[in-house]
C-alpha cells in the first residue's frame, strides 16, 4: 500500500518561497504508470491541481501556477517536492500530494480521481 506524507513549514512570509515535500512509502516513485501531484484547497474553495511529476521525470503543471511553481524529486529518498514562489496571502491554503495511476485530473471534482493522497498540510502565508 503506497502512503505519501506532506512536510514543510506551516507559515510562509509573502514575497517568500514555499516549500514542501511529499515523501512516498510502499512503492517507488519511479514505478510506470504513476504521476505524482501537487494540490491545494484554499479556505472555502475546491480542489485545485497545481502540477504533477510523472515516473519518468517529466513535471507538468498548471497553466496559472507555472510561472511561480516547480516540482523535482529525490529518487534517493522517494521524494517529490513542491517550490512556490512570491507567495501572498492567496497561497493560503491546505496542501497536498497525490498519486494516480495514469495522468492526472486537473479538474478536480472528488478525492476518489486520485489512488493515493497525503493527509495535507496548512500553509499560511502571513506577515
Known amino acids: 500500500q503506497v502512503q505519501l506524507q506532506e512536510s514543510g513549514p506551516g507559515l510562509v512570509k509573502p514575497s517568500q518561497i514555499l516549500s514542501l515535500t511529499c515523501t512516498v512509502s510502499?512503492?517507488?516513485?519511479?514505478?510506470?504508470?504513476?504521476?505524482w501531484s501537487w494540490i491545494r484547497q484554499p479556505p472555502g474553495k475546491g480542489l485545485e491541481w497545481m502540477g504533477a511529476?510523472?515516473?519518468?521525470?517529466?513535471?507538468y503543471y498548471s497553466p496559472s501556477l507555472k510561472s511561480r511553481t516547480s516540482i523535482s524529486w529525490d529518487t534517493s529518498k522517494n521524494q517529490f517536492t513542491l517550490q512556490l514562489s512570491s507567495v501572498t496571502p492567496e497561497d493560503t491554503a491546505v496542501y497536498y500530494c497525490?498519486?494516480?495511476?495514469?495522468?492526472?485530473?486537473?479538474?478536480?471534482?472528488?478525492?476518489?480521481?486520485?489512488?493515493?493522497w497525503g493527509q495535507g498540510t496548512q500553509v499560511t502565508v502571513s506577515s
Open positions: 497525490a498519486a494516480t495511476v495514469g495522468p492526472p485530473s486537473t479538474t478536480i471534482t472528488a478525492m476518489s480521481e486520485y489512488r493515493y
Open positions: 510502499g512503492g517507488s516513485i519511479r514505478t510506470n504508470p504513476y504521476y
Open positions: 511529476i510523472r515516473y519518468s521525470g517529466s513535471t
